[in-house]
């Protein structure tokens, strides 16, 4: 079937919700990208906590702002969309203004913090989506998610350099960056709210019937807790391999980095469009397999040690990116195409939640298997995702 999805920046903004949304988009990015690699740095340079205590306070805020998912899919599925994103987006300066008003050596302020930070991370995707959803339908829909996804990405990564070239201003340049994070969200809130998109439940709950069930999605949602591994291999899996396994320099787990970065801003809605000649779960399947063949390339770089090792796992870093953006442009896209839409915001809530709890244990499975040798990561990885593939296959 031959694909006629619009791939003109003006189509994809328009089916994404209009310039002033993406351009919320862009600033809540880059605010989220100056802040989020530097949290823990926060904690313990500015706050004087301990490493071990302030990454359980983050952790702690990652699983608790879960709990909030189920709420937001009842909020959704009353018709919140734009407000639904913008709150995301004011929770998260709340959260930034805890962050600054916290008193060094105590780590309740901080955790409170990243609380509320969770809380807005976990919300915004499940509402991004439910208001994306509302405005395009079909292959159009699939478009314009995979390409918010590569401007949030763009964000992310303007976001972090600039957070980067920062650093050399010590404590106070890390409490300004928190305070501009928080003024670009309470920026993006304002925008996201204006667009004004809202659903009509009501409607679609007289379409589809009151008593409908919810689609549980078990298998699908299950194979998601392990594909979304693939997001932490970049950040977390690669940098400890190159650094601790095969002694490489700093500047490979850099160069991973960036090249994940730009082949998600350049090929996201490429691949989309792309796929979109094939089955929804048929392409997630797909990037099963992808990914699958990237971590046993990865087992296959790792054994060449040191000298070639390092170059090699930079080049199969680029084929787990295209398993991670054919994962990206096709996990969301089947899962909105499969909800009913007067249940839309649950589903998502429940997606949202089987991808939050896979990103929150990923670094402790990937930190507890790579001590064990590159047969225990990366072929235990391969082992679970092709089992996945096949679940979302059948």
């Known amino acids: 079937m031959a694909t006629t999805t619009k791939t003109r920046p003006r189509a994809l903004i328009d089916a994404s919700g209009g310039p002033r949304y993406a351009v919320a988009l862009a600033v809540d990015a880059i605010g989220t990208g100056l802040l989020r690699p530097f949290l823990l740095l926060y904690g313990v340079t500015v706050l004087r906590l301990s490493a071990p205590v302030t990454g359980t306070a983050m952790t702690v805020g990652v699983a608790a702002g879960l709990g909030c998912m189920p709420v937001v899919g009842r909020w959704l599925d009353r018709g919140a969309r734009s407000t639904a994103v913008a709150a995301s987006m004011l929770v998260r300066v709340l959260g930034v203004v805890l962050l600054l008003a916290a008193p060094a050596g105590h780590v309740w302020p901080f955790a409170t913090a990243a609380l ?25 829909r699939d478009a314009a998610l995979a390409g918010s996804r590569a401007l949030r ?8 350099l600039l957070a980067a070239a920062c650093l050399t201003g010590g404590t106070a340049a890390l409490q300004a960056l928190a305070a501009i994070t928080g003024l670009g969200y309470l920026a993006a809130a304002a925008l996201a709210w204006s667009v004004h998109v809202h659903a009509h439940p009501a409607a679609d709950a007289g379409r589809h019937g009151d008593d409908e069930p919810i689609p549980r999605m078990r298998a699908l949602l299950c194979a998601n807790v392990i594909y ?10 690669l940098p400890l391999v190159l650094v601790t396994q095969l002694h490489a320099s700093p500047v490979w787990s850099a160069a991973v980095f960036v090249a994940n970065t730009v082949l998600v801003v350049t090929l996201q809605v490429p691949v989309t469009v792309l796929m979109s000649r094939f089955a929804r779960r048929a392409v997630l399947a797909l990037a099963g397999v992808v990914l699958t063949a990237s971590y046993l390339g990865f087992l296959a770089a790792t054994s060449l040690g040191q000298g070639w090792g390092a170059p090699a796992v930079t080049a199969v870093s680029v084929v787990c990116t295209l398993g991670e953006i054919i994962y990206a442009g096709s996990a969301t896209a089947l899962v909105t195409a499969l909800a009913p839409a007067h249940v839309l915001g649950r589903v998502l809530a429940r997606f949202q939640l089987s991808t939050g709890f896979g990103l929150a244990v990923s670094p402790a499975v990937i930190t507890t298997l790579a001590p064990h040798g590159s047969a225990a990561l990366w ?16």
Do not use: D
Request: aromatic share 6%; with cysteine; glycine share 14%.
């Open 116 to 140: 509320f930070l969770g809380i807005g991370n976990q919300a915004w995707p499940a509402a991004h989506a439910a208001l994306v959803a509302t405005i395009a339908h079909g292959r159009e």
């Open 153 to 160: 990405n763009a964000g992310l990564g303007a976001g972090a």
């Open 228 to 237: 979304v591994f693939c997001l932490n291999v970049p950040e977390i899996a």
């Open 379 to 394: 072929g235990g990885l391969a082992a679970a995702t092709l089992l996945s593939a096949s679940v979302v296959a059948r």
